[in-house]
């Protein structure tokens, strides 16, 4: 009787799963298919050439379009600027 429960628990959990696995594959479907209103146009992005229109872009992900599309500063410019005043020489060292 004991392993009868246990089989059965098994069972459910298995079918739970698969139900699980089920939705999001069908989740990614209607993503990746361009199916639902928010993400027409990603569709290209995720299966063609990994490109994204700049309008899409800006209607989905408003704040990382704003990030992208401002021009790249150096990560180390602030260090670079510190870094250029020791460069000057010092009359006390004798390795320059």
């Known amino acids: 009787m004991q392993l009868r429960v246990w089989l ?3 069972v459910a959990f298995a079918l739970l799963a698969a139900a ?3 939705a ?3 989740g990614h ?4 298919a361009g199916v ?3 993400y ?5 992005s995720m299966h063609v050439d990994g490109r994204l229109r700049a309008a899409t872009a800006r209607r989905l992900w408003p704040g990382w379009s704003d ?3 401002r021009p790249a500063r150096h990560p180390d410019a602030d260090r670079q600027q510190v870094a250029s005043f020791s460069n000057v020489s ?4 004798r390795d320059q």
């Open 24 to 26: 999001a594959s069908a």
């Open 40 to 44: 027409r146009g990603v569709a290209r």
């Open 8 to 10: 059965i628990a098994a």
């Open 67 to 69: 990030l992208a599309s």
């Open 20 to 22: 699980c696995a089920d």
């Open 90 to 93: 010092h009359p006390e060292r």
């Open 36 to 38: 639902l209103p928010g």
């Open 29 to 32: 479907v209607l993503i990746a």
